[in-house]
């Protein structure tokens, strides 16, 4: 604490009540007197009666400003011995101009630490005797920024006020250069924590990477990928890191595959997330899986349990199907999402497996919610495409959006082809009709060729 001089008193002028008592209450906690001020005129009238040692009066207020007030101090012959402090802005040199030209002791910048403060008071007080002995000095005219300026020339009142301005001009710099050490710091803690983050990004990216099939099932099991009756093929591609679209080929019998395509709403980690939830459900409940309807009723039990206590709403839409090669039959299920299309390459004909409307809603929203199986036969030169949106939800140059009708027809036109040369052509006809070259969305689409059936377990 700075022991001010026996009897110091100082008078502050602010017209705002929460400065004033800020100030006030460093002031008193250091052992000076104070009285206060809400403006000039109020100031003026409070001299007439009172004598402070120092004014320390705020520059913006209604009625008087601050200048006008010290110019006003320094005019009074009773009062222009008094020191008079300016608190500033001090953002452009008309502001040293014009605290010389009202005849201002001392510049205190807004906003300011309070052992500057102090040292700033101490500084002036200790000074007055060097200031009586300047008085009396003539007046110099200069013009700058256009503007006419009177100033005192006396050389300890100038002295006084450019090294209070180089004095401030020390501290900012200082705070500059510890605010410029300390972003640099928290900058360096951002690249620390950016690099985490896509470390940790790249791990997760690698994970989902990893659970995509990348071998398929064969049928019955103990033959080789060539004589396997049943054929998959697959394309996924992400617009992000991560994706909320994936596939799953699941075993359920020697003449059984379950087939599913899946498309959680949104991108990134969140949806990532919903996604491996969603793998470990289909995982829990391949004992119920031969009946889709039942197997998308669990699931979505399931999911509404674990979601509902989240606050973000999360949703997946999905198309599932399972072959049976013993029946030849096709039964399929929908949680709100586009239907798989049927390749009948013996007829000739690309259909869609479900109709418009008789999906079920999506995965997550209503846990009372039940699913319906349908049944559809197949045979030998069968393909069943499943797919997610984003596979045909592409902006052509237009505007016009490609969509499920443009993708059957692209799909009838190749249907005769391998279903892996199908895939390419189909994708790049596709992405030539975008307007940004590329799709718009993530995309998976997978597909199971029926090579035969197998009437017995072999």
Same mark, same amino acid.
């Given at each position: 604490?700075?022991?001010?001089?026996?009897?110091?008193?100082?008078?502050?002028?602010?017209?705002?009540?929460?400065?004033?008592?800020?100030?006030?209450?460093?002031?008193?906690?250091?052992?000076?007197?104070?009285?206060?001020?809400?403006?000039?005129?109020?100031?003026?009238?409070?001299?007439?009666?009172?004598?402070?040692?120092?004014?320390?009066?705020?520059?913006?207020?209604?009625?008087?400003?601050?200048?006008?007030?010290?110019?006003?101090?320094?005019?009074?012959?009773?009062?222009?011995?008094?020191?008079?402090?300016?608190?500033?802005?001090?953002?452009?040199?008309?502001?040293?101009?014009?605290?010389?030209?009202?005849?201002?002791?001392?510049?205190?910048? %807004?906003?300011?630490?309070?052992?500057?403060?102090?040292?700033?008071?101490?500084?002036?007080?200790?000074?007055?005797?060097?200031?009586?002995?300047?008085?009396? %000095?003539?007046?110099?005219?200069?013009?700058?920024?256009?503007?006419?300026?009177? #100033?005192?020339?006396?050389?300890?009142?100038?002295?006084?006020?450019?090294?209070?301005?180089?004095?401030?001009?020390?501290?900012?710099?200082?705070?500059?250069?510890?605010?410029?050490?300390?972003?640099?710091?928290?900058?360096?803690?951002?690249?620390?924590?950016?690099?985490?983050?896509?470390?940790?990004?790249?791990?997760?990216?690698?994970?989902?990477?990893?659970?995509?099939?990348?071998?398929?099932?064969?049928?019955?099991?103990?033959?080789?990928?060539?004589?396997?009756?049943?054929?998959?093929?697959?394309?996924?591609?992400?617009?992000?890191? #991560?994706?909320?679209?994936?596939?799953?080929?699941?075993?359920?019998?020697?003449?059984?595959?379950?087939?599913?395509?899946?498309?959680?709403?949104?991108?990134?980690?969140?949806?990532?997330?919903?996604?491996?939830? #969603?793998?470990?459900?289909?995982?829990?409940?391949?004992?119920?899986?031969?009946?889709?309807?039942?197997?998308?009723?669990?699931?979505?039990?399931? #999911?509404?349990?674990?979601? %509902?206590?989240?606050?973000?709403?999360?949703?997946?839409?999905?198309?599932?199907?399972?072959?049976?090669?013993?029946?030849?039959?096709?039964?399929?299920?929908?949680?709100?999402?586009?239907?798989?299309?049927?390749?009948?390459?013996?007829?000739?004909?690309?259909?869609?497996?479900?109709?418009?409307?008789?999906?079920?809603?999506?995965?997550?929203?209503?846990?009372?919610?039940?699913?319906?199986?349908?049944?559809?036969?197949?045979?030998?030169?069968?393909?069943?495409?499943?797919?997610?949106?984003?596979?045909?939800?592409?902006?052509?140059?237009?505007?016009?959006?490609?969509?499920?009708?443009?993708?059957?027809?692209?799909?009838?036109?190749?249907?005769?082809?391998?279903?892996?040369?199908?895939?390419?052509?189909?994708?790049?006809?596709?992405?030539?009709?975008?307007?940004?070259?590329?799709?718009?969305?993530?995309?998976?689409?997978?597909?199971?060729?029926?090579?035969?059936?197998?009437?017995?377990?072999?």
């Amino acid at each position: 604490m700075i022991t001010p001089p026996p009897g110091t008193s100082i008078l502050i002028v602010e017209d705002s009540p929460t400065q004033a008592l800020k100030l006030a209450h460093v002031l008193e906690t250091n052992g000076h007197r104070v009285t206060t001020a809400r403006n000039g005129r109020e100031a003026l009238t409070m001299l007439t009666t009172q004598m402070p040692t120092l004014v320390i009066t705020d520059i913006n207020m209604p009625e008087m400003d601050g200048y006008e007030l010290c110019r006003r101090i320094k005019d009074d012959r009773r009062l222009g011995d008094l020191p008079v402090i300016l608190l500033t802005a001090l953002s452009d040199p008309k502001d040293i101009l014009r605290g010389l030209e009202c005849g201002a002791d001392n510049f205190i910048v %807004k906003p300011y630490e309070e052992e500057f403060l102090l040292s700033r008071i101490q500084y002036v007080l200790a000074n007055l005797e060097l200031r009586h002995a300047s008085q009396g %000095k003539p007046v110099t005219e200069i013009i700058f920024a256009g503007r006419k300026y009177q #100033l005192h020339t006396g050389r300890i009142h100038s002295i006084d006020l450019l090294l209070s301005t180089y004095e401030t001009a020390v501290q900012k710099n200082l705070e500059l250069s510890k605010a410029k050490e300390k972003l640099e710091e928290q900058a360096e803690q951002l690249r620390e924590k950016n690099a985490e983050m896509a470390a940790d990004l790249e791990m997760a990216r690698e994970l989902q990477a990893a659970i995509v099939p990348r071998h398929y099932p064969m049928f019955p099991s103990h033959v080789s990928p060539e004589r396997s009756a049943l054929q998959f093929c697959h394309r996924y591609t992400t617009t992000t890191e #991560l994706g909320g679209d994936f596939f799953d080929i699941r075993p359920l019998s020697d003449t059984q595959a379950g087939v599913l395509v899946c498309d959680v709403m949104g991108h990134g980690v969140r949806a990532a997330l919903v996604a491996s939830i #969603l793998r470990g459900l289909t995982e829990e409940l391949t004992p119920i899986a031969e009946e889709p309807g039942q197997f998308f009723t669990e699931i979505n039990r399931s #999911l509404c349990a674990i979601l %509902k206590q989240t606050p973000t709403q999360m949703f997946a839409t999905a198309f599932y199907a399972v072959v049976d090669l013993q029946k030849g039959e096709l039964r399929v299920a929908s949680a709100g999402h586009p239907s798989a299309l049927h390749v009948r390459r013996s007829d000739n004909c690309v259909e869609p497996l479900m109709a418009e409307g008789d999906e079920g809603p999506a995965l997550g929203i209503f846990d009372t919610a039940t699913y319906q199986t349908f049944r559809r036969p197949t045979c030998a030169r069968d393909m069943v495409m499943l797919f997610t949106d984003g596979l045909y939800e592409v902006e052509h140059t237009d505007g016009s959006i490609f969509d499920k009708e443009g993708l059957r027809t692209i799909v009838a036109g190749l249907s005769e082809q391998p279903t892996p040369q199908l895939f390419d052509e189909m994708l790049v006809r596709i992405k030539q009709t975008s307007a940004s070259g590329d799709f718009d969305d993530d995309m998976c689409v997978v597909a199971v060729d029926v090579v035969r059936l197998l009437p017995e377990t072999t």
